[in-house]
């Protein structure tokens, strides 16, 4: 269970109230990466958008109410999109539904966004995007690695936002142990929480809730975990390598990375499997719930009604000890097939 000496940890991460669930674990939440992009996910509005709006209906329905976005998400003439559909469909629905909901959203450190007012115009763009729905704002990645200068000045002007009641709460994404640290206490020395850290989390990708790891900071500091990726962009929802019937063939990015990774989680869906026989959800509820069971809210991409139904039944159960434990023996050791780490990732 180790992965270059480290162990996984124990305990589980604080569960902050939008997205705690009755189990006691945290709950699942909506990534919304793929809407708008067409690089990697072949979006296309006029065939996808009014799936879309009936994929966000379904989730209102199965109680998932935590969606996350970024100003960022959506490919060239499309670039928003993701903020613009989910401030229609929020609209849309009945205001009693819509007081449910927490949208994020995360901002770029584009290099020409600098200082403590770099934010103000991207701010108020996603605002208008998302017709008024936002109620956390999140930095998009660190930028210790190359700029370390940049990024203190934008969380300054996010947590002036907070403070002036224009959003809710302030979160981090693609932030490491050391850096959360330091963003934690130049926050706390104005009076601002940081309520949430993004990173990549999944059976493919397990650093953040090894020994060491961000999620022991995330305890300490009472911050809320959040995992994208859970499904590793959806090669741990395969059944012996297949899509189900009416997936859309794989292509570019995306088919030479399962191309590479398929044969090696051959052993792990072995098991996958054997923990989901008898249970909702399929291997997709199995990777949720092992985010789940370590303390950090997954935030899979849907993009239709049955993926949401098969997400809300990850809800309906939880792995045991023995069975999380028997996955994290196959994913922790040194060698264990791995997803690619966002090079923006700090230390």
Known sequence: ??????????????????????????GIGVGTWAWGNQFLWGYEPERDDEALAATFRRCLEQGLHFFDTADSYGTGRLNGRSEALLGRFAM???????????????????PWRLGRQGYRRAFAASQERL????????????TARYAPWQEGPLLDGLADLVRSRAVESLGVSNVGPQRLRQLHQRLADQGVPLRSLQVQLSLLAPQPVLAG????????????????????????SRSNGQSKAGARPL???????????????????????????GRPGGLAAVALNWCRAHGAMPIPGLRSCEQVNATAAALSWQLSGDERGSLDQLVGFAGAPRMPANPFQSA
């Open 131 to 142: 017709q008024g729905q936002l109620r956390r704002v999140q930095l998009h990645w660190s």
């Open 92 to 110: 849309a629905a009945p205001a009693e539904e819509r007081a449910q909901l927490c949208i994020a959203t995360k901002l770029a450190p584009f």
């Open 251 to 277: 292509t570019g990015t995306r088919r030479r990375l399962f191309q590479q990774l398929e044969p090696k989680v051959q052993t792990l869906r072995q098991q996958m499997a054997e923990i989901s026989a």
């Open 213 to 236: 790891g961000v999620a022991e900071v995330c305890r300490e500091l009472n911050i809320e975990l959040i995992a994208y990726s859970p499904l590793a962009l959806g090669l741990l």
């Open 1 to 26: 269970m180790a992965e270059l000496g480290r162990e996984f940890t124990t305990e589980l991460a604080p569960i902050g109230s939008i997205m705690a669930s009755s189990s006691q674990q945290p």
